[in-house]
């Protein structure tokens, strides 16, 4: 017998909201085409933060996909260097945007609101370009440089790694600027559980996926995501938009270092 109170048409509600707060998740996060509205997407965008790190589990099977089909016709280093553009490439290179506008801005010694202002500078400057250069010669060396047999298992972790890294910054800093942003639009009362769930998805992924490299792997996500939160903190007070891009991508190249950690020889 169906017991009599069950609320159905609350429960279909229920579902109806999280499968729009995970379409907003990916039409913010990647370039995919979700082939639905985007006009009420700043209504889930505190409870698209659950579908952060399944967003990037989705980015990571498809750079793995990119992986396999190239690694059939071209030579690993081209592989590697065209696997690093797609990682940046899968969210229209927004997080790298943020990486380049953070180094600007946190590399520039100025004070804290003059830093957020040249945050906001559209144009990039040499610190933001030496920051990209070396984010995609790091991924590029390390992609190269992982076991053929781990590929996969890196790519998923580093991206699921990189959008749980945003949501644990989230769930620990405030947002710095004053007059607001793009980037405080995710706040809200859920931003906390949605770090804990998110954070225990990775621990789940990393188990399943290559469990010899659980404490490597979770150390470098743990010491990247707290030490650049706290550079964060001294520099400007909190995250930014920016800041939560930059993390973002630091994470994914801290992944990647670490699963070509202690393999020389092997």
Not at 158 to 167: K, L, M, N, P
Not at 231 to 240: D, M, N, P
């Given at each position: 017998m169906i017991p009599k109170h069950i609320d159905y048409s609350r429960l279909q509600a229920e579902a109806a909201n999280s499968v729009k707060s995970f379409l907003a998740a990916i039409r913010f996060l990647t370039v995919f085409p979700t082939f639905s509205s985007s006009a009420d997407d700043s209504i889930f965008f505190g409870r698209s933060l659950y579908f952060f790190a399944p967003t990037g589990l989705l980015t990571g099977f498809v750079c793995a996909l990119v992986a396999m089909a190239f690694g059939v016709i071209a030579p690993p280093i081209l592989v590697a260097a065209l696997v690093a553009i797609c990682l940046s490439l899968i969210s229209g290179f927004f997080h790298l945007d943020g990486l380049a506008d953070t180094a600007d801005g946190f590399m520039s010694a100025r004070s804290s609101d003059r830093c957020l202002e040249i945050m906001r500078d559209s144009r990039i400057g040499v610190m933001g370009a030496a920051a990209v250069t070396s984010l995609f010669l790091t991924k590029t060396a390390a992609l190269y440089s992982i076991e053929h047999t781990e590929l996969?298992?890196?790519?998923?972790?580093?991206?699921?790694?990189?959008?749980?890294?945003?949501?644990?910054?989230m769930a620990f800093l405030p947002y710095a600027r004053q007059d607001g942003g793009l980037g405080e639009l995710f706040y809200s009362t859920s931003t906390k559980s949605s770090a804990v769930i998110s954070s225990l998805l990775l621990l789940a992924i990393v188990l399943f996926c290559n469990p010899a490299k659980l404490f490597l792997v979770m150390a470098a996500i743990i010491l990247t995501t707290a030490s650049f939160s706290y550079?964060?903190?001294?520099?400007?007070?909190?995250?930014?938009g920016d800041t939560l891009g930059a993390v973002c991508e630091l994470n994914e190249a801290a992944v990647l270092v670490a699963f070509t950690l202690f393999t020389q020889g092997s």
């Open positions: 996969i298992a890196a790519l998923v972790i580093a991206s699921v790694a990189g959008r749980t890294a945003i949501v644990v910054t550079l964060s903190l001294k520099r400007i007070g909190g995250a930014t």
